[in-house]
């Protein structure tokens, strides 16, 4: 089992940046493959980035790829998304999960656990 504690999140001009954190609880959290969601107010929660178990392979949802980045710290069990040229409608909580598998996935109902979520809000 692994607990998983998101931060990093606040308010932000859009152009801006952010870096989320996730820390993960657990010795064996290198066996979890990684992802990160985002839900809007009123809207289902979506898929935003993931990385495999070793760092090696990275998938993102086409609304972020080339302003987010997904990177892992095994050794401090930690994972981050760095977020870059935010907009007003990357606004949401945020939210990491973790899978345990060899394979990544982008629907949230593949991942087994779950953080609380931070808030990113982009003013625009």
């Known amino acids: 089992q692994v607990q998983l504690v998101e931060s990093g999140g606040g308010l932000v001009q859009a152009g801006g940046s952010l870096r989320l954190s996730c820390a993960a609880s657990g010795r064996t959290f290198s066996t979890y493959v990684v992802g990160w969601f985002r839900q809007a107010p009123g809207k289902e929660r979506e898929f935003v980035a993931t990385i495999s178990r070793n760092g090696g392979s990275t998938d993102y949802a086409d609304s972020v790829k080339g302003r987010f980045t997904i990177s892992r710290d095994n050794a401090k069990n930690t994972v981050h998304l760095q977020m870059n040229s935010l907009k007003p409608e990357d606004t949401a909580v945020y939210s990491c999960?973790?899978?345990?598998?060899?394979?990544?996935?982008?629907?949230?109902?593949?991942?087994?656990?779950w953080g609380q979520g931070t808030q990113v809000t982009v003013s625009s």
């Open positions: 999960a973790a899978r345990f598998s060899l394979t990544s996935a982008t629907l949230r109902g593949h991942y087994d656990y």
